[in-house]
């Protein structure tokens, strides 16, 4: 668990970045931080491997002060991915991820197994990549290595600061998508700062709204797109929130019983804002809904995605 | 790909090389006072070869056989032929024209021959770049043209019977000029790194450090050498070993405290300044006691005497006066200085930030960030920087025995003096040799130090690399 308590950072000469944040990241989730440019999200994330150290109150890291630990321990325990990622451009892809395993000692046999389990797992075959060096390889795959080489001392937590926002759309969605199942698969705490409302809808547990160097709103994606505590959560999220919502959800939220009528085919596991727009796509008429097995078990009209919003609360993880 | 147009670089080499023809090819005089008469190679014996290889080499660019390795082998050869030509004909000139002369008279190259040299390295680097064995052309000549006085065919030259005169004390004084220079860099190597170091790390103390370093590069060399005279010469008669010693060692110690107190302060940095300037004087003393030493053996100066070694004895014992080694040294180091400051600097500076961020991020510390980033990166510009310094100082140690250190500065100053144009070549074309070699040596040594994933051909690598992007594996 990673805590903020009354946590405030002023910079010389300044008004305060950060002004009281209480936080708590849970064990195992993922916490986006977002907010407008100058809200002090990446401020507020670089206090916890003491890349900046508050003016006043405490960051505890496994409920312990980090300003207790020993700086390089502490860090050496939380993986850190940037936009720029930050490789070392002499060095090779495999000798990138086993960096901080080479100067902790750990043996070059075993940390080049890691490095390169690493590397499959980002979809960066070993084979291929190990040798390059990282000027040879796209931004996108840059990025890939700069997550494994976090994850080499596969260390329990993880702050990420904009990881996905120097990529191609394209690019980004496939990282975003292979990212959010590497984390059901690790189970690392992460902090996650991002401006991209999209972004942080898909990826996080809970999300976390700075402004004002205070927390607007704190809570679950559908709670802020759908119940925004005041004008500038609302005006941040956007006016298409709603619309966002529907990503968080399946056509099976929104799924009536088999009607014989209904013509074209949605997937039971689709997205709902895909099943809305191949709905608008057919024009209007209802649709059957189809399950993996090719069983129709229900039909989806427009007029079921109206009204609906109260009633129905995101089934399972959010973004699944 | 299409190989069939004349080669223009060729083709030029071969025209100056026919040009040249029409200028005297030796300088012939009576002895060493009186003015000289120019004698064109076309009328001394064997003249007509050297239009000929020219000729044929000409053809040769100009012809679109050049693609096949048979024409780059021909290129190859014809082209060292042609160098040794050259050298020949020279030794040759002269040879003929001292048949009938006094041993007091000499044949200097003229206005022909080193036309005809300028020729030769235009045609060499337009012959490196045609493809297999025509890349080593450039090697292959030079050895061609060195072979010829190598081989004693250059013994009635003026040059030749000037180093004859001075044979003896010709390698000592080589050997000297190397000495002053790499001491120079050497100093300034250890004073010039870690100031670039705390140039790059602190913003207002770079304009400082590169202004100071660029303002003393301003300063013309001989008046430095006359400003340091005064100076050294009094700390030589008044200052003893044993005082000197104490004074750098605690100016050592004492910048050593206040950098561990004070850290990346200013008092710190102040402090680490302190410290440099500490083991720059013990390495001063050092550096001259070696030069001294050297003299001693190869030119028979002075040596040592058991006195030296007492704490009690003037500095002067160990060559630190107004004139000699001692102020050669520091205004060669200061020359040095701003070169390795500047590209210590820029090459730190090329270290992207994101990547210090990431290093720092990951629980590196700030060692292990510049020992395993900064330095490997910052590494090609600091050797650029060695070279650029190298070269500097030796070029500029050539006016060292105008203050009584020695070096081949020595022969150029005699010949000036007395009117000797041989003599100063003699001074002059071992200094542009060494140069050349040592600039070459040390970028040679730059490129292999470049770690391979910043080396252009890395990049170029990667281009067509990136296209095939992978498929986003599905973890399941």
Redo the contacts between chains.
Sequence with gaps: MIEFREVTKQFAGGPPVLNGITLAVPDGELVVLIGPSGSGKSTLMRLVNRLIEPTSGSVWVDGRNVADVNVVELRRNIGYVIQSVGLFPHLTVAQNVELVPSITGVPAAQRRRRAEDLLHLMGLEPAAYAERYPRQLSGGQQQRVGIARALAADPAYLLMDEPFSALDPITREALQEQFLQLKRELGQTILFVTHDVEEAVRLGDHICLLGDGVIQQFGPPDELLHRPANDFVASFMGDSRELLRLGLRTAADYMRPPDPAARGQVGLDWPADRALSALLGAGGAAMQVVAPSGEVVGSLRLSDFAGSSQAQQPAGEPGA | MSRARPDPIVLLGAALGLAALALPWVNFRENRLVLGEGFPLLGLPAGWLLPALWLALGALAWSSWRSDARTAWLGAVLFAVTCAGVSGLLGGAASSLMLEATPLARVSPAGGFWLSVLALYVAGFGLSRWPGAARWSGLLGLLAFAAVPLLGWWQDLGLAQEYANIAGTFWPQLGLHLALSLTALLLALILGLPLGLAAARHERLSGTVLGVAGFLQTVPSVALFGLVLPVFSALGRDATLGSYVGWAGGALLLGTALWRLFGQKIAGLLGGLLALLGVQALLLLGGLALIGMLEGVWLGGRSFSPEALSLSAPLSAWGIRGIGAAPALLALTIYALLPVVTNTFVGLRSV?P????????????GG?ILR??EW??ALPFIMEGIRAALVLTFGIATIAPLIGAGGLGFFIQRGVEGNVPDLVLLGALPIVLVALLLSGLVGWLGQRLT????RPE??A??AE??EA???????S
Aim: proline share 14%; no cysteine; net charge positive.
């Design positions: 992207p994101a990547l210090t961020d990431a290093a720092r991020g990951l629980g590196m510390t292990q395993r980033a490997p990166i770690p391979p994933g910043l890395a990049a690598q990667g690399l990136t992007s992978p498929e986003v594996r599905s973890v």
